[in-house]
């Protein structure tokens, strides 16, 4: 069995080579901050060592279904955990876990446990980060090189405000550190907006 560092690398290269360069959020460097976050989350929420280790995982192979597709591509995710984790001898129970937090990383999709709203809190932690116009921008334009939106900035914005009403954070890590950011960035959203109109 590979160690997570040598799981990263494997994972992390394979979305290198793969992943289309016209998505510019959803890059290896997004894979790894969201990683990143996972284990802030998990220390600051006292997951034992195994179950954040089996969260990493899935934070790594979160967007690997984007080689494949842009919507719905969690299936492939979840497909791609499946491949990485039985070639490196995790029991199907461990791999059932990993494939359920990937299907469930849509934020669209309701969490089931408290190592979903882990997975979803760091994949949408830079909404409550100063990275967030800069992510922001970032996810605008692939949108626009995908025929996603039109390329009017009036609504995108409306597209993000609207996005960050919705969501809401789980865990005490993302609520403490993460929403009174992520409010701050609403108003400068909802400011930019008024400006536009």
Partial sequence: MKSIPELETQVLTYLEKCLNPMLVYH???????VAQEVLKICSYERVDELTTRLIYIAALCHDAGY???????EPYGAQYAEKLMLENGFD????????????ESDPYV???SKESEILSDADLG?????EFLEGSHKLYLEYINFGRISGDESEWLQKQIE???????YTLFSK?????VKERNLMKLQNRFEKLR
């Fill in 176 to 180: 403490k550190y993460r929403l009174p």
């Fill in 92 to 103: 199907n129970e461990d791999i059932e876990f990993v494939k359920k937090l990937i299907l």
């Fill in 67 to 73: 080689v494949e597709k842009l919507d719905n591509n």
């Fill in 110 to 112: 309701r969490c089931t």
């Fill in 163 to 169: 996005f960050l009403h919705f969501h809401e954070y």
């Fill in 126 to 130: 830079y909404l409550g980060t100063s």
């Fill in 27 to 33: 890059t290896p460097n997004h894979t790894k901050w």
